[in-house]
T-cell receptor, first 110, second 116 residues
Framework: TQLLEQSPQFLSIQEGENLTVYCNSSSVFSSLQWYRQEPGEGPVLLVTVVTGGEVKKLKRLTFQFGDARKDSSLHITAAQPGDTGLYLCAVASGTYKYIFGTGTRLKVLA | EAGVVQSPRYKIIEKKQPVAFWCNPISGHNTLYWYLQNLGQGPELLIRYENEEAVDDSQLPKDRFSAERLKGVDSTLKIQPAELGDSAVYLC??????????????FGPGTRLTVL
């Protein structure tokens, strides 16, 4: 049983389009993180959300934590080629241990 | 400040051969993680250290995998003997851990292992 399901698995869009990717689970979590991973590099933390219903913005990226703290979404406005990468969500399981989702591979075409 | 350093970046070996990966975490980071990442998937935790103590190694296949962090700083992950299914990227990460207020993990670039 996969703890964290991310959708879509793959996404290819044109520069300037908007997109939303999702991270879903049947479990409740105290916090959730979003990472972006570029080819040949390790994941880089984008944001941590801890409160149900919380919305955080990072330039053109908007992150939302579900009210019940079981799911989260990442919305990118006016995507750019530099947004290309693997987007991963991760949730805390115990202290200082995170479980990662299956990932969404995004490709933004110029 | 230097980030998490891993070496080698790439390794190609024949099956049944041994292989070792090295990681130097960010200075002052007490917690060190080793992850395995298959192509297109999220990282999966292999082992977590708090200083020199392995506090979570439940996902480490102990029949062939071993790890050490003798002085609580850098760490080595070893596979002996390697199998075809071990081909993956091995990521190291570190965080301030117990003694810090932040639980942000900082990842190294990984070692891409190919077993032929």
């Amino acid at each position: 049983t996969q703890l964290l399901e991310q959708s879509p698995q793959f996404l290819s869009i044109q520069e300037g389009e908007n997109l939303t990717v999702y991270c879903n689970s049947s479990s409740v979590f105290s916090s959730l993180q979003w990472y972006r991973q570029e080819p040949g590099e390790g994941p880089v933390l984008l944001v941590t959300v801890v409160t149900g219903g919380e919305v955080k913005k990072l330039k053109r990226l908007t992150f939302q934590f579900g009210d019940a703290r079981k799911d989260s979404s990442l919305h990118i406005t006016a995507a750019q080629p530099g947004d290309t990468g693997l987007y991963l969500c991760a949730v805390a399981s115990g202290t200082y241990k995170y479980i990662f989702g299956t990932g969404t591979r995004l490709k933004v075409l110029a | 400040e230097a980030g998490v350093v891993q070496s080698p970046r790439y390794k190609i070996i024949e099956k049944k051969q041994p292989v070792a990966f090295w990681c130097n975490p960010i200075s002052g980071h007490n917690t060190l993680y080793w992850y395995l990442q298959n192509l297109g998937q999220g990282p999966e935790l292999l082992i977590r250290y708090e200083n020199e103590e392995a506090v979570d190694d439940s996902q480490l296949p102990k029949d062939r995998f071993s790890a050490e962090r003798l002085k609580g700083v850098d760490s080595t992950l070893k596979i002996q003997p390697a199998e075809l299914g071990d081909s993956a990227v091995y990521l190291c990460a570190s965080s301030l851990g117990v003694w810090g207020t932040s639980n942000e993990q900082f990842f190294g670039p990984g070692t891409r292992l190919t077993v032929l």
